[in-house]
């Protein structure tokens, strides 16, 4: 066994610990169910010999009536075992599942939209659901089976050894022959399942993009895309089969091998006289009975192999680094932000997305980030609550490093809202509440009304209990943008950050909402970004970034004069 394997049992045995109940259990009727059958096949000899050569006939009503108690005894006992083996491993499943879940909720943002391991981190929480049947199978094999073939075993060697150990010789190559071919079968299969995910993420990519295809005739093209794969996918499938039936064909073939040894040689002693009938018929049907627990043995242990290597995918996910807070609280900001000399970049090798900032954020004022497409003003606001760290520099709150307080308390500051806002498929209310569970249904609408919002949730539906996403709803961006609106409203957090979240809004309802944001200024810091400069004109102070950097500072009348690139952004967009 390897030593990979060893350890992955070692870590299932941690949560033994957690289901001991329906361990025990399961182990208690697998010994009884072992037990039985060996009861069973022991009792041969002496029922055979008894009854039938020394011709006892008048007992021979009462085997019948004892196969049937032993059997559906076996039966009973077989049934509890699996299903308390059952109840452990989906157990043991949803609690790694769970401490799955909480762990990726806990990773940093970073990591968890950085492309390729976002989608690994979604893959591994679908490996357990590939785990959870071969564990469960696994588990009931190798507690039931095992036992199992010791008793026959035992049953069979204490009657005659050398007999047993012939008929046992094809053993070694119905343990290599299968563990070779499993190892076959499990590297196709591992083919067969990125093959499997190709195809969902080509259908998945095919119907999101699917506008596109339409309207650039694409669609031979993608089918053309489609159909290789699915090509490839058939021929893997195929040979996984092929693999998998060859196994089974060379246990029967052995199986055949060892029955006609055991009928040779075992006959041979009985015709001889130095093995009594009954005992020879106990010793064919011992070890007749020992292939079939063999063959769910060794299927087991390829299963098992298969488990393990989709955990070694989930250990790598709990190996990962977490986001670590400090251990002040956060309070609302009195002062202000300050970037000192911040530079920050995605990734390793990707330009710098901010170089240089130096900034100060007064703390309740309306403040606003201008700039060309990609001059890093979501990029910068994404680092106050710490959605990303400075690849250099600092951030501090009111003097004191970000980093120094504790993750909750700085996060719950803020209230934010994306130009494409994100909502649950939850109703409106719950949507809205999120934010704030305690509050009433009358600070909910009052919120709404101040987002604009109210009008259009009333007229859906079920009002506020609609489900978002269900019976063919979908709301238009504008709409989007007021919920996630009305939850900043609803929250009054003491820091608002608005990345383009009126952008999808006609200028009337723009300015409501604008006028609504400005009651808040002077308790709450404003931090808006707007393309549409008309809707800056009034904040305090202006940022504008170019390429990562501040290119300069001002009130809107200060950097018409001084700065050509807001000149020029003002004038396109004012008109
Ligand atoms: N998740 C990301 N991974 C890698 N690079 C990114 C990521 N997000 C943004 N960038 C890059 O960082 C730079 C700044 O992007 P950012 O989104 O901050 O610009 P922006 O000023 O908000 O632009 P826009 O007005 O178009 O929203 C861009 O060059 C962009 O390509
Ligand atoms: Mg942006």
């Not at 659901?129 to 010791?150: N, W």
């Not at 895309?225 to 693999?243: D, G, Q, S």
């Not at 990734?347 to 980030?369: E, Q, R, S, T």
């Not at 101040?450 to 961006?477: D, H, N, R």
Request: charged fraction near 20%.
């Amino acid at each position: 066994m390897g030593n990979d394997t060893l350890k992955f049992i070692q870590y299932l045995f941690k949560y033994l610990k957690l289901f001991y109940k329906p361990f025990v259990l399961g182990v208690i009727f697998s010994l009884l169910s072992s037990f039985l059958t060996g009861l069973g096949t022991w009792s041969i000899k002496p029922i055979f010999n008894y009854v039938f050569v020394e011709k006892h006939y008048e007992f021979f009503k009462y085997v019948p009536l004892y196969l049937v108690i032993i059997f559906s005894l076996n039966g009973f006992f077989s049934l509890l075992q699996a299903y308390y083996m059952k109840s452990l491993s989906t157990g043991i499943i949803n609690q790694i599942r769970l401490e799955l879940f909480k762990k990726c909720l806990s990773l940093p943002y970073a990591r968890l939209v950085r492309e390729r391991s976002g989608q690994t981190i979604s893959r591994v929480i679908n490996d357990t659901s590939q785990i959870e049947p071969v564990l469960g199978e696994s588990f009931q094999i190798f507690f039931k089976e095992a036992l199992t073939v010791l008793v026959l075993l035992s049953v069979a060697f204490y009657q005659r050894w050398d007999l047993t150990l012939l008929a046992l010789v094809t053993l070694p190559a119905i343990i290599y022959g299968t563990k070779y071919l499993g190892m076959k079968t499990r590297r196709t299969r591992r083919l067969t399942q990125a093959s499997t995910g190709e195809l969902t993420h080509r259908m998945g990519e095919i119907l999101q993009g699917i506008k596109e295809i339409k309207i650039s005739a694409s669609k031979e093209i993608m089918l053309k895309f489609f159909a290789r794969e699915l090509e490839r996918f058939y021929r893997l499938n195929l040979k996984v089969t092929k693999y998998r039936e060859a196994s089974k064909s060379l246990v029967d073939l052995m199986t055949g091998i060892g029955g006609a040894l055991i009928i040779g040689y075992g006959g041979t002693l009985v015709i001889r006289g130095s093995l009594t009938p009954g005992a020879f018929l106990s010793i064919l049907t011992a070890i007749l009975l020992i292939f079939n627990p063999i063959r769910k043995l060794s299927r087991a242990y390829t299963g098992l192999k298969e488990a393990q290597g989709a955990w070694s995918r989930i250990e790598e996910v709990f190996y990962l680094e977490e986001e670590k807070g400090g251990t002040l609280k956060a309070m609302p900001p009195e002062r202000g932000f300050e970037f000192k000399g911040v530079s920050f970049c995605y990734d390793k090798g990707l330009p710098y997305a901010l170089k240089d900032v130096n900034l100060f954020l007064p703390a309740k004022k309306m403040i606003a980030l201008v700039g060309p497409s990609g001059a890093g003003k979501s990029t910068l606001i994404s680092l106050l609550p710490r959605f990303y760290d400075p690849t250099e520099g600092s951030i501090l709150l009111d003097g004191i490093e970000l980093k120094d307080f504790e993750l909750g308390s700085l996060r719950n500051l803020f209230g934010l809202v994306w130009q494409e806002p994100f909502l649950f498929n939850l109703s409106v209310l719950d949507n809205l509440i999120l934010v704030k569970p305690e509050a009433t249904f009358e600070e909910v609408k009052e919120a709404c009304k101040l987002a604009q919002a109210l009008e259009f949730i009333e007229s859906l539906p079920k009002g506020f209990e609609t489900v978002l996403g269900e019976e063919g709803l979908s709301l238009s961006g504008g709409q989007k943008q007021r919920l996630a609106l009305a939850r900043v409203f609803l929250k009054k957090p003491p820091v608002i950050i608005l990345d383009e979240a009126t952008s999808q809004l006609d200028t009337l309802t723009e300015k409501a909402i604008e006028s609504a944001l400005h009651e808040l200024k002077g308790q709450h810091t404003l931090i808006v970004i707007a393309h549409r400069l008309s809707t800056v004109t009034k904040a305090d102070l202006i940022v504008v970034l170019d390429k990562g950097r501040i290119v300069s500072l001002g009130t809107h009348e200060e950097l018409i004069v001084k700065s050509p690139l807001y000149k020029d952004l003002y004038q396109t967009f004012v008109r």
